[in-house]
């Protein structure tokens, strides 16, 4: 661990991976998100592999979903983001996805959250865009997150940029991150590693560093 100025400078993933300063964040593993995934079912094992390490590890776990907005409500963003998603050219054609409180909405049945975990609803595709995420860590002192979940392309990549930009150390768990396009993903993935100030590594090795 480098230390300077009265700081500790986490580097590699084991100085990274201490209960005392790294959360687990799960990302959009909704029901309505997997099915979408050829390998959604193994992101779901590996997922829960990961979740499983990080209780037993003593990490703090939050979970995120998304919902989009009814048409009336969805504005202009959300209302072009929908056209261009559907392919579409009318408004009037959008079909409403992942609204709240329906069956597609909900986290897959594999994972339940305990009563000591939390759970997040969100709009953007960043965690830390218009939800309490930042404000919930920062308090508990984590400067450092291990993420999985979907999809790579979509929402993990936004999350990871804006948290570097909020001072976070991301550990992507790269097998455990589903893509809804692959070669997306692997674009993302790669232009992270290339822009540097994250990490990334396998469930079998995070589990290893989380759960000794």
């Not at 986490?10 to 998100?33: F, I, K, N, W």
Request: charged share 20%.
């Amino acid at each position: 661990m480098e230390r300077a100025f009265g700081l500790s400078i986490p580097r590699t993933l084991d100085e990274a991976c201490d209960p005392s300063r790294m959360a687990l964040l799960v990302y959009d593993m909704q029901v309505g998100v997997l099915s979408q995934l050829r390998d959604g079912l193994v992101i779901i094992e590996r997922v829960g592999r990961v979740v499983e390490a990080a209780r037993a590890g003593g990490y703090r776990i939050v979970y995120l979903r998304h919902f989009f907005l009814p048409p009336e409500l969805a504005g202009v963003t959300a209302l072009r983001t929908a056209m261009i998603w559907q392919r579409l050219e009318n408004v009037a054609d959008v079909q409403p996805f992942l609204l709240r409180d329906t069956p597609g909405f909900e986290l897959v049945p594999e994972l339940q959250p305990r009563s000591n975990e939390l759970v997040l609803d969100k709009i953007a595709m960043s965690a830390f865009e218009g939800t309490p995420l930042d404000v919930v860590l920062r308090d508990c002192h984590i400067d450092s997150y291990a993420i999985c979940g979907v999809a790579t392309e979509v929402g993990i990549e936004p999350t990871v940029r804006h948290s570097l930009d909020l001072g976070y150390f991301p550990v992507l768990v790269t097998d455990a991150c589903g893509a809804g396009h692959e070669e997306a993903g692997r674009r993302s993935l790669e232009t992270l590693a290339f822009a540097g100030g994250s990490l990334q590594t396998d469930t079998a090795t995070l589990c290893a560093a989380l759960h000794p």
